[in-house]
């Protein structure tokens, strides 16, 4: 998928796609029944990432000549959410795997393409974007991972990075790492790894408060010697401009993420309310319950408009950055509280393991941390403001 190829209709459209609901059939088929046990068993489910491969997900955003689906970014962000719904686990085994689909199909040389894009796009190589280091997150200009120039064009990398999504088990990484120069700048630019490559490797996985079967891991360049077609498109100095790039459509696909849970979280909390019964009637019956739910159902509904908004933005002008930041921002938010909620709707039950809700509120806060973190959407919603003439050139009048 490509900007450009973005439609009006596509963000416009009411009706559900057939491709967004064979996903919500597969997961309510496939993956819903079995949740809790998708859970509780240790290891990695090789068998719902082959049954993903096998929908064409991991070619989602891969033109159609290499391979992929090249499907319209709202189905893109549907499908986000359906998974989400499912189990939160799925669109994770995604998100950074699109990035780097993205990336290579927007940038990557015609080489890099006909290489890449077809083990991706079947998902026999899953990919991790490698941007963050120790001392380097929001602020990635700081990042000291060095891509030494060598005479034959070749380069030679060294660094270290940290919490890497897919980082241990990917079979593409596309690193952020600098040419080094006397000022300590140089160059800023994206290298494709392979993991085979001597000098790579993962130095530690990460454990974290949710999302366990999804691996964040630490990885080392120690003398990696990568060829002159490592560089993504063969220009040098593009990297921070290709990453920015990636993060409008990438905070959309993960407002829908946040929405899939928060939606899921709203199903069970009102099941929940109709089922259990206090003080000789369901809780339902309650008052205080029924803000809770009322106020769940409120939020949502306005996420998923402004989640809308977002996409008929994109469409119509092509960039969205200030209304992808806001759908992420209040998305991401919403489904903290939401989570929360839930967990107040069922009780002593709403924090115990074997109910999903306790899974739920783990999960959401990853949301506000990563795509750029919270504050930083805020930073993006008020530099547009700023930026633009007034209200009418924002969209907001
Ligand atoms: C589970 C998980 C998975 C991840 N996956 C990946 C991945 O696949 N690839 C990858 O490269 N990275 C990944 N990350 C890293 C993530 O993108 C960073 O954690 C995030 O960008 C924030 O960087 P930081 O943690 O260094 O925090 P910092 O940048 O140090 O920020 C710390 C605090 O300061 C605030 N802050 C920083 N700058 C400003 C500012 N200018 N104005 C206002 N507030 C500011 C932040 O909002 C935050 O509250 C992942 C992180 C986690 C936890």
């Known amino acids: 998928m490509s900007d450009h190829e973005i439609s009006a209709h596509d963000a416009a459209a009411d009706e559900v796609s057939a491709i967004v ?8 088929r496939e993956i819903a029944p079995r949740v809790a046990r998708l859970e509780e068993a240790d290891g990695f489910p090789q068998d719902v990432v082959d049954a993903m491969a096998g929908l064409g997900l991991f070619g989602m955003v891969i033109p159609e000549s290499h391979g992929g689906l090249d499907l319209p970014l709202a189905d893109y962000v549907a499908i986000m959410e359906e998974l989400a719904a499912g189990w939160s686990a799925m669109p994770s085994f995604l998100n950074s795997h699109c990035t780097v689909a993205r990336l290579i199909a927007l940038y990557g040389t015609e080489a890099q393409k006909a290489r890449y894009l077809p083990q991706l796009a079947d998902g026999s190589r899953r990919g991790a974007i490698v941007l963050t280091e120790p001392s380097a997150g929001s602020d990635l200009k700081q990042i000291r ?24 088990r990917a079979g593409l990484h596309i690193v952020l790492a600098r040419a080094p120069a006397a000022d300590g700048k140089g160059p800023i630019s994206l290298f494709i790894v392979e993991p085979e490559t001597p000098g790579f490797e993962v130095t530690r996985v990460i454990d974290k408060m949710g999302f366990k079967h999804v691996d964040t891991a ?17 220009e040098t100095g593009k990297g921070l401009p290709q990453v920015l790039s990636m993060l409008e459509t990438g905070r959309l696909a993960m407002a829908g993420t946040a929405l899939g849970m928060a939606r899921e979280a709203l199903s069970i909390a009102l099941q929940y309310a109709k089922d259990r019964e206090a003080f000789g009637q369901p809780i339902a019956g ?45 998305a991401t ?33 990853i949301y506000v941390l990563t795509e750029g973190t919270n504050e930083i959407q805020r930073i993006v ?15 907001l009048v």
Do not use: C, W
């Not at 630490?218 to 063969?234: H, I, M, P, Q, Y």
């Open 21 to 28: 609901e064979g996903v919500r059939q597969f997961v309510r």
């Open 145 to 168: 991972t060095q891509a030494v120039p060598q005479p034959d064009g070749s380069y030679v990398l060294n660094g270290q990075k940290t919490f890497i999504t897919n980082g241990l």
């Open 218 to 234: 630490e990885l080392r360049f120690d003398d990696v010697r990568l060829g002159a077609d490592a560089l993504l498109g063969g």
């Open 286 to 330: 309650h008052q205080a319950v029924q803000i809770h739910l009322a106020n769940m159902a409120t939020q949502l509904a306005a996420a998923r408009a402004l989640l809308g908004e977002a996409l008929r933005h994109k469409a119509r002008y092509g960039r969205a950055d200030m209304f992808a930041s806001m759908a992420k921002l209040f």
């Open 333 to 365: 938010e919403t489904t903290m509280q939401i989570t929360q909620d839930a967990m107040r709707v069922l009780g002593g039950y709403g924090y115990v393991a074997e109910f999903p809700i306790e899974r739920l509120y783990r999960e959401a806060p």
């Open 381 to 395: 919603i008020a530099r547009e403001m700023i930026k633009a003439d007034g209200p009418e050139r924002l969209g």
